[in-house]
């Protein structure tokens, strides 16, 4: 077992979110998780899946837009 399992804290900390957004990412089961016991663990591995499904990659323009008249 050489993957870090991370606590609800180190998620939302690495997000930039508070505690509650990985504890509702927990309860929906949009992320993976370990119980052990009573506790929860996020394997890093699930983190950068969750960030990797959500990244928006930018739009690539053709050509510039200048002189558009909305």
């Given at each position: 077992?050489?993957?870090r399992h991370?606590?609800?804290d180190q998620v939302a900390e690495l997000l930039g979110t508070s505690v509650r957004f990985p504890r509702?990412?927990?309860e929906e089961r949009r992320i993976r998780y370990v119980k052990v016991?009573?506790?929860v663990r996020i394997p890093e591995s699930a983190?950068?899946?969750f960030i990797?499904?959500?990244t928006v990659q930018p739009l690539r323009r053709s050509r510039p837009r200048y002189g558009r008249v909305a």
């Open positions: 077992m050489s993957e991370l606590s609800v509702r990412l927990i016991g009573r506790h983190v950068e899946e990797r499904a959500r």
